[in-house]
């Protein structure tokens, strides 16, 4: 039997329910350097985590402001983005490019 595409995005919200897997995923994100990539990534992560309500009220942030920073053309400040974090329970980590990363 075929697989309906809504089975696979409401498997992978189910798989974004795990904070480990969520990071995974965010950091596969940002490696590809996508920014409509990410703000996807993290309206996926604000699905899983209970939706944008949710995610609002723990970061601390509107709804409606929160809807509109990831939307597809949401722009977020880092200390926006931080806050988003927060809310979905991760952190952003910096760490040293591996030498096969830098890109002049």
Known sequence: MARMAGDYHTEH??????P???????NAVIAEGDKDA???ALRNIAE???GMAVV???AHLKRESLYRML???GNPALSNLLSILH?????MIIQPQSTGDIVD
């Open 71 to 73: 939307s597809t053309h």
């Open 48 to 50: 899983a985590e209970g």
């Open 13 to 18: 919200i189910e798989w974004l329910k795990d």
């Open 87 to 91: 809310g979905m329970g991760l952190k």
């Open 20 to 26: 480990e897997n969520a990071a995974g995923y965010l």
């Open 56 to 58: 609002a009220e723990k």
């Open 38 to 40: 990410l703000l996807l």
